[in-house]
């Protein structure tokens, strides 16, 4: 998965879990800039994936509620498979590493040992 179809992904998610979320707030929960939003957010109108739909805000300023389109519905699934295969990559890393961590450990100390035991009891 690139990263942007990562970005692409979370837009997607947050999109389907609050349509009326403004493209400040996106770029907040993104963690990114507001003028990297606005291109995320033209990629994926231009793309038909998402839909936007003008409606007038109490305080009479205009905004949009934004929808997933049937193909973006259907990109997003896709976008969630590949997203779910590269968190999954990362935990077999992670636990592969952590183990390796508790055999190098297994040697020098006992389990739940602090580390820094292991050590002083070698130079005793």
């Given at each position: 998965?690139?990263?942007?179809?990562?970005?692409?992904?979370?837009?997607?998610?947050?999109?389907?879990?609050?349509?009326?979320?403004?493209?400040?707030?996106?770029?907040?929960?993104?963690?990114?800039?507001?003028?990297?939003?606005?291109?995320?957010?033209?990629?994926?109108?231009?793309?038909?994936?998402?839909?936007?739909?003008?409606?007038?805000?109490?305080?009479?300023?205009?905004?949009?509620?934004?929808?997933?389109?049937?193909?973006?519905?259907?990109?997003?699934?896709?976008?969630?498979?590949?997203?779910?295969?590269?968190?999954?990559?990362?935990?077999?890393?992670?636990?592969?590493?952590?183990?390796?961590?508790?055999?190098?450990?297994?040697?020098?100390?006992p389990p739940n040992a602090p580390a820094g035991r292991a050590?002083?009891?070698?130079?005793?």
């Amino acid at each position: 998965m690139t990263p942007r179809e990562a970005a692409h992904y979370r837009v997607l998610r947050l999109i389907e879990e609050q349509p009326e979320i403004s493209q400040r707030e996106l770029a907040r929960a993104l963690g990114v800039s507001l003028g990297k939003t606005h291109y995320l957010m033209k990629a994926l109108l231009d793309k038909g994936l998402v839909k936007a739909n003008n409606f007038r805000r109490s305080d009479n300023k205009l905004a949009y509620a934004y929808l997933l389109t049937p193909s973006g519905i259907a990109a997003k699934v896709d976008l969630t498979r590949a997203f779910l295969r590269l968190k999954e990559d990362e935990y077999r890393a992670a636990h592969d590493e952590i183990e390796r961590l508790r055999r190098e450990l297994g040697a020098d100390a006992p389990p739940n040992a602090p580390a820094g035991r292991a050590s002083a009891r070698q130079d005793n």
